[in-house]
């Protein structure tokens, strides 16, 4: 069965703090996502990757970055966590335009 | 700005009934089309794809109207367990970071 991993389910972190959330993917995809998800603004697309070390900004790249080191591991990094950054944090793989595959999604509250 | 549009609804139908609803795009360069169902507080599931000839899984029918650039989901003898939100994604040419459009979703209950 395939899979789309996120680190953590529920994250509780405070202003400043440094922030990493982590996904893994076993289906050898070469694109991974990350989106937030928040309520009356649909899912928003944060960083893209579409190979090991290539990143491109999504629509809302203000205050993220991202690390792809290897092809299965995509991780979001949150510098300096402010409380505007609470949401429903999903990650995705797919292979080229195809079908999306999405990990259970972290919910970061930022206090 | 590629667009993908959706009624948000909710759409409060009874169990049983017959529900159907579209998205719009924009871009009429779009090649790929998906229904994904999300449950609160869930991940997005993909639903079913949606072909040019359109197509059928059990009580879902999904369609693709390249004239009118608009998808539908039509829901036979609904069930309590098909309340969610309903998202539809257009994929583009190319590829990319924005390869991928998400529509924000109709939300849909379905009532006892």
Redesign the interface.
């Given at each position: 069965d395939v899979k789309v991993t996120q680190s953590s389910r529920y994250l509780v972190k405070r202003t400043g703090e440094k922030v990493f959330l982590e996904c893994v993917q076993d289906m050898d995809h070469e694109?991974m996502f990350w989106y937030r998800q928040d309520p009356?603004?649909?899912?928003r697309?944060i960083y893209?990757s579409?190979d090991v070390k290539m990143k491109?900004?999504?629509d809302i790249p203000e205050g993220y970055s991202v690390s792809r080191e290897k092809k299965e591991r995509f991780s979001l990094i949150l510098e300096s966590a402010s409380t505007n950054q609470t949401s429903?944090y999903?990650c995705a793989s797919?292979a080229?335009?195809?079908?999306?595959?999405?990990?259970?999604?972290t919910?970061l509250s930022v206090l | 700005r590629k667009e993908v549009e959706q009624d948000p609804g909710p759409f409060n139908v009874p169990e049983g009934a017959t529900v159907a609803f579209n998205c719009t795009y924009s871009n009429s360069a779009s090649?790929?089309f998906?229904w994904?169902r999300q449950d609160c507080?869930?991940?997005?599931?993909?639903l079913m794809?949606v072909y040019s000839s359109g197509n059928e899984d059990g009580r879902f029918t999904a369609q693709l109207n390249r004239a009118s650039q608009y998808i539908s989901l039509l829901i036979r003898d609904s069930k309590l367990s098909d309340s969610a939100t309903y998202?539809c994604?257009v994929?583009?040419?190319g590829?990319?970071?924005?390869?991928?459009t998400?529509?924000?979703?109709t939300h849909l209950i379905i009532q006892p």
């Open positions: 694109n009356g603004l649909g899912l697309l893209f579409y491109e900004k999504g429903m999903l797919n080229d335009n195809e079908k999306l595959f999405f990990g259970s999604g919910q | 090649q790929s998906f994904y507080r869930k991940e997005p599931k993909l794809s998202l994604v994929g583009y040419s590829g990319g970071a924005d390869g991928l998400f529509g924000k979703g």
